[in-house]
């Protein structure tokens, strides 16, 4: 049995494509390495993945709850951030099969976190392109949306930004503003560093592959530093 069977095996899914799966795991660094590989990277399916994951998702909490539009955007981004993903992906097991370049393999920090919801997203972008979009709304709702009670209980869908500028204005009477104070990489790779202001006081930065995403960890850090966690 190959280690993909065994996979489709412990998520009672039979692929009529295996080539499909398979590629859902293929990380661009593993071509660099491995020119002459078969399949092409995991991106395309990512990119796909994505889209039938925010539909299923929206479908979802449109038909079940009668909150507002605010309210079920703050809980499908809870539901479908990269760190939702990363540890949905992390308890499917799917760190074992990743097809990763060398340097990519050693690194399991945050960018590894990345790695693997860039990879749930694929995989359900292969799942839906080989078995259709009722089985992947079934794989979807079975792992994922069962997380959603817990998110609503524990309030994990108010994002930090929210929380900051609630207790900001409370306390201090000030609305944050962010600022970009440093980026790098080519576009595709591209990293941010962004500062949270009170007023003209820098209160705490925060990093991300993304100008929101370092807003939302400058603005986590921040309530830390105000003791407003």
Known sequence: MSDFEKLEKKLRVEFKNKDLL?????????LNENPDFYLQNNERLEFLGDAVLEVVVTEYLYRNYQNSEGELTNWRAALVNAQSLAELSTELGFDDYLLLS????????????????????????SLYLDQGLEVARIFIEKNLLKKLPKILAEGAYKDAKSKFQERAQEISKVTPTYKVTQDWG???????VVGVFLAKDLVAEGEGSSKQEAEEAAAKNALQVKGWA
């Open 186 to 192: 080519p576009d595709h790779a591209k990293h941010f």
């Open 102 to 125: 060398r340097g990519e393999a050693k690194d399991t920090g945050k960018a590894r976190q990345y790695i693997l919801a860039d990879a749930l997203e694929a995989f359900l972008g």
């Open 22 to 30: 398979k590629q859902a795991f293929c990380h661009r660094s593993y």
